[in-house]
């Protein structure tokens, strides 16, 4: 057996996002996977850290997690599994492509598909996707797409954890250009940067109104090369609040992602969720 140190991977999973299309729900089927190792911090905000995509937030978010876990003298984050050690660890990475590693080959069994989900790699750019490509000899990605009005008003409402009085209505039409809202919501963006340097071959794409089925979910085993495992699809936990998109928002949100509802409904052929071709039929055709 290869010393721990040389221990890598058949195969290692990066999800990309999208935020808000059900990288989450992903993360928990994968941690139940039989022969995934999914990373107990699901974003390691490694990537785009490294890159200088992201500054320093996710840092400091996790030095913060890593104050109240030790203030409250516990060891672990209630229901997650995730330890103190698993922070100090993290936040030792310091951009280190070995510590990256380290950080799974200290953690994993005999899983072949070693992974992880950080929708803000969606920000990266075709020269970091080459970084991310070279780290293992078999890296592949995930990226999920959601209905892009719906993407940005759950996005809107979610940007309430960090900032608690923001009304999103009030907040609608002026974040429709602010960095992070946009570069998350261009699929388009992100996919071409992705496949001018990564094989399509290598990159499973899925929208998120088909995700949960279990067909749906074979397939994505199938793309891994695992075996079919059963997901569970009790409903899952939405963004709180009660706000509801009106026609007009959603009208006004559908024209001004116009460009990516045609790029992927040519993508796709035609082939894609009801709801994405009720709004094209009705917004902009």
Not at 37 to 62: D, Q, V, Y
Not at 122 to 127: E, F, G, T, Y
Not at 230 to 249: Q, R
Request: hydrophobic content about 40%; glycine content about 6%.
């Amino acid at each position: 057996m290869a010393a721990a140190a040389d221990r890598m991977p058949r195969t290692l999973l990066i999800g990309i996002g999208a935020q808000k299309a059900g990288t989450n729900w992903l993360a928990d089927y994968l941690a139940g996977h039989p022969q995934v190792f999914m990373s107990p911090i699901k974003e390691l905000h490694f990537w785009n850290t490294r890159s200088g995509k992201s500054a320093g937030g996710p840092e400091r978010r996790f030095r913060a997690w890593l104050t109240k876990l030790e203030a409250r003298g516990d060891r672990a984050a209630g229901g997650t599994g995730l330890t103190r050690e698993d922070l100090i660890e993290r936040l030792a990475i310091n951009g280190s492509i070995e510590a990256y590693l380290d950080f799974f080959r200290r953690r994993a069994g005999n899983e072949p598909v070693w992974c992880e989900i950080t929708p803000a790699y969606s920000l990266l750019d075709r020269d970091d996707f080459v970084d991310v490509a070279a780290v293992a000899a078999d890296v592949r990605f995930v990226f999920l797409l959601r209905n892009p009005a719906d993407r940005y008003w759950s996005h809107l409402r979610f940007a309430r954890r960090a900032k608690p009085d923001l009304d999103p209505y009030a907040a609608f039409r002026s974040r429709f250009d602010t960095r992070g809202f946009a570069l998350r919501t261009n699929y388009q963006r992100v996919l071409e940067e992705l496949h001018a340097v990564v094989d399509p071959s290598r990159v499973h794409l899925a929208f998120f109104e088909r995700l949960f089925t279990q067909s749906e979910v074979d397939r994505f085993c199938d793309f891994l090369g695992v075996a079919r495992h059963p997901a569970d699809f009790t409903p899952v936990a939405t963004t709180p609040g009660d706000e509801v998109m009106s026609e007009e928002m959603r009208a006004l949100a559908v024209r001004h992602f116009a460009v990516v509802y045609r790029y992927i409904e040519t993508r796709f052929a035609g082939d894609i969720p009801e709801n994405w071709r009720k709004d094209i039929a009705t917004y902009l055709d």
